[in-house]
């Protein structure tokens, strides 16, 4: 069991890591209830092995490292695809999630700014997309057109609301 | 779809359609360039964080797991009722591909549904156990209660009261709970977690700015009239704590939602606190039609076991 000092060691690294490792396991765990499952397991391990902890190494690293773990372990059918490619490849991933995820942390709050300034039908193809969770040949199915013409549409999409945000973060941001 | 094109091939990845031939020519691609690995997880991740937008634009944040295709636990009162009796109630958390036999015990919570007499709640932070108090709020009779006929109604952001006169940025209301009566049952060792879990409504008939509801638990060593005096500047000196928000933009009156928030219950605390909150994202904040009920505590023991069951 920690002594007092390292639970509230234990506590100040999880608050800023824990929104990291969400993201980092629902990119990889389809299914919504098994990647909170994993959630929690690797919140449970990082506490149960805090004393094995290298405070000179990053907190992010190593409690992705033990996520990673997680998501092996569970069943290949709750995975996505990325999986089914090879334990190096998912490290050198969780390696570039462990650089890129904490700068990318203050998207999120531009993205909704973003969203608001789409176009009807492009917001329409979002939400069928992000919200009701549809793939493009299922919207294809819904709205008409081709899976390959919905695929261009989101692309496009993405590249639009990439670009708003980068201005929204931009040195001054602007309404553009 | 083209196999060559990386766009999409990430595009498939990300919807859950990437064939065969596709896996192959990703991870090819992936292979080829480091930058590629990166760029690809910087993808995965933008789509990640548009869906959270989404979701938090639409009052449904990622991070409760409020999606349609998650099943949601609608417990009866009777079944509350005939868990407390029965003081103990063993479950399976089939959710989980690692099924591990679990103990789920309820533990009693101070009129947890807001029935017990109408009117404002005392007000600041509660210095006992068992007492609602906080910002300003009231127990209001509704007929659209989650559970029983009373509710809490949030009324007024109340400063921080390290800081009175400071700015009024949430409506925070707390109750206190004894855990040293369950210190035997702890010491039986395996993983012990705490859980509060809340329903929440947004009654504001129209889409407008958003409000966050939260469900929060901090533990603590010491006794609660000494914690007290020094709240919330004594939150770093929490021995654990478990928190879950979500986000409304009003428009669904009728609809409750539940947060549920976990901690790891370290051996030597000795109380927890219960925090519910409501907090309106546009200044100046005016909070009107948020409400709460049916707060339950209950702790979640896994006994240890040499070996875990896993269920396919």
């Not at chain 1, 299914?31 to 000179?56: C, K, N, S, W």
């Not at chain 1, 942390?105 to 531009?110: C, I, W, Y």
Request: some cysteine; charged content about 25%; overall charge neutral.
């Amino acid at each position: 069991m920690l002594n007092d000092r390292e639970q509230e060691q234990f506590l100040r690294h999880w608050t800023t890591a824990q929104p990291v490792v969400a993201n980092y396991i629902h990119s990889l765990v389809r299914d919504h209830a098994a990647a909170q499952d994993a959630i929690q397991e690797t919140a449970m391990v990082l506490f149960r092995r805090f004393p094995e902890y290298d405070v000179t190494r990053p907190f992010l690293a190593w409690a992705l490292g033990v996520a990673r773990f997680q998501v092996l372990g569970l069943r290949r059918d709750l995975v996505r695809d990325l999986l089914t490619f090879d334990e190096d490849l998912l490290e050198r991933f969780t390696r570039s999630w462990a650089e890129i995820a904490p700068e990318a942390s203050d998207r999120e709050a531009a993205l909704q700014i973003c969203l608001g300034r789409l176009g009807t039908h492009a917001r329409r193809l979002v939400r069928l997309r992000y919200f009701d969770d549809l793939n493009a040949a299922q919207i294809a199915g819904r709205e008409g057109g081709t899976e390959a013409s919905v695929r261009m549409a989101l692309r496009r999409i993405r590249e639009r609301l990439r670009g708003c945000v980068e201005r929204e973060l931009g040195p001054s941001g602007s309404d553009a | 779809m083209n196999a060559d094109d990386p766009e999409e091939l990430i595009e498939s990845y990300l919807d859950d359609t990437l064939s065969v031939a596709g896996r192959e020519a990703l991870r090819a691609w992936l292979r080829s360039d480091p930058a590629h690995l990166k760029r690809f997880a910087d993808e995965v991740l933008f789509a990640r964080q548009t869906r959270a937008a989404v979701l938090a634009s639409a009052g449904r944040s990622a991070a409760t797991g409020w999606d349609k295709a998650v099943p949601r636990r609608h417990w009866l009162p009777w079944r509350s009722l005939a868990a407390a009796a029965a003081g103990l109630a063993v479950g399976l958390f089939c959710a989980s591909p690692r099924a591990v036999a679990t103990l789920s015990r309820l533990i009693e919570l101070a009129d947890g549904g807001f029935e017990q007499g109408e009117g404002p709640i005392p007000a600041g932070f509660p210095r006992r156990i068992s007492v609602w108090s906080g910002d300003e709020a009231e127990v209001v009779a509704s007929p659209d209660a989650a559970e029983g006929r009373r509710v809490l109604q949030f009324l007024r952001a109340g400063p921080d009261l390290s800081a009175p006169g400071g700015q009024a940025i949430s409506c925070d209301v707390f109750q206190w709970i004894d855990l040293r009566p369950l210190r035997r049952q702890l010491a039986e060792g395996g993983d012990a977690v705490l859980q509060v879990s809340a329903r929440f409504r947004d009654a504001r008939e129209a889409p407008q700015g958003s409000v966050t509801f939260t469900c929060q638990v901090f533990l603590f060593r010491g006794a609660p009239e000494v914690l007290a005096g020094r709240w919330p500047g004594n939150l770093g000196e929490a021995v654990a704590s478990g928190s879950m928000s979500g986000d409304f933009p009003g428009g669904s009156p009728r609809r409750w939602e539940e947060l549920t928030a976990r901690c790891l219950i370290p051996s030597q605390a000795d109380f927890a606190v219960v925090q519910v909150a409501a907090r309106a994202n546009l200044r100046p904040a005016s909070l009107e039609g948020l409400f709460v009920d049916d707060v339950r505590l209950s702790l979640k023991t896994q006994p240890v076991l040499p070996v875990r069951v896993a269920r396919y």
